[in-house]
C-alpha cells in the first residue's frame, strides 16, 4: 500500500499537470506590476483620475472604465453593457467587468434585497467558500487559489463594497491534501456557505459527494479528480480533463515543427495513481490524433533521486522527443541528468510545473533550449494585460511579494464569475438562481486571462502558448505574437476513444 504522503505528492503532481501553474515574475516585472496604482492625468490609470484621452472626466480606480463613470471619450457615462468598457462597468473584458456600466447593483433596492435567501445570505452578507490544499505532505501545494480568492474579494471590497447592499464574506478552509479534510471542508462549506469559489484541491473526491447533497454551486478554479467533475452543481473555471477529454495543443506544436521527432517520442512521469491516468490519456491521444510514436513510456518513483538509467534508456531507444510530467524540481534533475550524459533530444518538453524561473534557477545552464507550453497569460506579457496586472497588484496586498500563476489566474477569474452572476442575478440570489445562470456562460476568458473556457458545458479548449528557455529567460517562440495563442489541435476523448474539436470550434 502507498502511504499518504506518497499517494498525495502522486495525485498533487498530477493536479498540476492540469492546473496550468504560472511562473513566478522577476523583481523587474513585479515592481512594473505594482507599479500601476496611483496618479493623474492623461488616459487610463488606477487609482486617480483621468483628465484626457480615453475614460476622461472620470474617477478611474483601477484601469480603464473603472466603475462606469466615464463621461467623455469610449463608453462615457457608464452606459456600456458589453465591449471594452467593462471593469465592472461592463459586461466586456474590462478587469473583472460583471457590470451594467451603472451602480444599481451596489445598494440594496429601495424595498430591501430580501434579506435571508437562501444558505449564506443575510441582509447584510455573502458568505462564499474556498477550499484548497494550504498545509499538508506538500505545504502550500494550491495555496495561490486561496490567495487568489482573497485579493479579489479585498479587490472588490475596496472597490464598490457591496452587491444590493451585501458585503462578501469569505471563508477559507484547509484540505490538507486529504480526502477526509475535504471532505470535513464541504461539508461545512454546504451549511455556512452560498457558493464555493475559486478552490484547487488534490483530493477533491473526498468533497464530491456532500457537494452533490447539499447542491452548493460551486466555481472551482480546476476540479482534480473525476468524481469532482462529474458532479452537476460543480462549474471548474478550468475544465481541464473533464469527461475524460485531454486537450492536444502540448503536443501539436511539436508535431508540425519537428515532425521527425515525435517518430521517437519518450513520456516519463513521476508514479502515482493520476498521473498513470493522465500519462495514459496523453500517449493515445498524441498517438492516434498527431501521430507520435512512444519508444518509451516510464514511470519514476517519487522518492527517486537518480534519473541516470533512465536517461540511459532514452538514449539505447534513440528518443529525440521527451516530455515528463512532475515538479519542477524533478525536471530540474532530468535535464541535469541529460547534461551529465551528453543526451540532447530535439525536444525536451517538462510539464507546466517547469514554467517558474526556479526551474531555471536549479536546472542551470541544462535548462537552456527547453519548452513549456502555457494556457494562461505569461507574466513576461503582463504589461499588456490589464486583468493580470490587477491581480498581481492585489495579490500583493493579501500576501506581500506573491506574484502570479496559473492555477490563482483561474481562482481569481473564479471570482469575478461568481460576481458577474450575482449582479446578474439580482438583490433576492437563490443557489438554484446561481446555478441556472452559470450554466449559461459558454465563453469566459477570466477579461483575458487565459483562453475562453465553456464553464457551462465543461467543454476543453485547446489553445497554448510554448515558451522556450533563452539565455536564462523564458522566450515566447510558438506563435510568435505577443498574447497570441495556438489553438485547433484537437482534443482525445479518452471515454470514447475518439478525436474531437476543443473550445471554441
Known sequence: MRSPQRLAAALAIGSLLTAACGARLTPAQHAAALSQSGGSGNGPITNGTATTGPNANGTATTG?????????????????????????GGTGPGTSGPGTGTSDWIKAPAGGNGGHTDVGITADSITIANISDVSGPVPGLFEDARFA?????????????????????LKTYDSQLDTGANRSA???ACDAAFAGVGSVSAFDQGGAEPTKSCGIPDLRGLATTDAMKGVPNVYPINAAGTGGMVAMATYGWAAKKFPDAIKKAAYIYIDGDVTRQVEQQDAEGARNILGYNWVAETAIGIT???????????????????????????????????????FKPDVFQPTITAYTPNFIKQAGSAAEGVYVSVAPSLNEEMQGNQELTTYAQWLNQVKPGATPTGIGQYAWAAAALFVEKMKELGPKPTRKGLLALVAKVHSYDGNGLFPAQDVGGRRLQDCVAVVQVKNGSFVRVEPAAPRSLRCGDGVWNSKTNKAEKGFPK
Open 186 to 188: 464541504s461539508i461545512e
Open 304 to 342: 527517486e533521486t537518480n534519473y541516470s538509467s533512465v536517461v540511459r534508456d532514452l538514449k539505447d531507444k534513440g528518443a529525440r522527443y521527451v516530455t515528463f510530467v512532475g515538479a519542477y524540481q524533478q525536471a530540474a534533475r532530468l535535464a541535469k541528468e541529460f547534461a551529465s550524459q551528453g
Open 149 to 169: 480568492v482573497q485579493a479579489y474579494v479585498k479587490y472588490f471590497t475596496a472597490r464598490y463594497g457591496t452587491i444590493y447592499g451585501r458585503k462578501l464574506d
Open 64 to 88: 480603464p472604465n473603472a466603475n462606469g463613470t466615464a463621461t467623455t471619450g469610449p463608453n462615457s457615462n457608464g452606459t456600456a453593457t458589453t465591449g471594452p468598457g467593462g471593469q465592472h
